[in-house]
């Protein structure tokens, strides 16, 4: 069982940057998929961004360019650079893992919520003038 902690929120002027952390603990799969996803007040959550166990990662439109993912296994963590973050960018952000194997499937991982069973408890980003 894996389980996450976000760390890195906070307040920031547009322009500004920040870089997100999540603790990745617990027994890792081998094979595995980790994003992150961001809700904004009043939205669905949507996903922003994953890593899976070859390195590969994709980004949403939104974030493409600004944004980078990027995972630490010596330190078992997942980070997400945000730079320039903009006031579309304010949400609660959370980290999540799935394990690419289900039964005899092996997923391609993707931005959709369901993919994903293993959730951290979120970070706060607010940007604003």
């Known amino acids: 069982q894996v389980h996450l902690v976000e760390s890195g929120g906070g307040s920031v002027q547009p322009g500004g940057s920040l870089t997100l952390s999540c603790e990745v603990s617990g027994n890792r799969p081998p094979n595995y998929c980790l994003a992150w996803f961001r809700q904004a007040p009043g939205k669905d959550r949507e996903g922003v961004a994953y890593?899976?166990?070859?390195?590969?990662?994709f980004y949403a439109n939104s974030v493409k360019g600004r944004f980078t993912i990027s995972n630490d296994n010596a330190e078992n963590a997942l980070y997400l650079q945000m730079n320039p973050l903009d006031v579309e960018d304010t949400a609660m952000y959370y980290c999540a893992a799935a394990d690419r194997v289900v039964g005899l499937l092996y997923r391609l991982c993707d931005l959709k919520e369901r993919t994903y069973d293993t959730w951290g408890q979120g970070t706060h980003v607010t940007v604003t003038y």
């Open positions: 890593i899976d166990n070859h390195g590969t990662t």
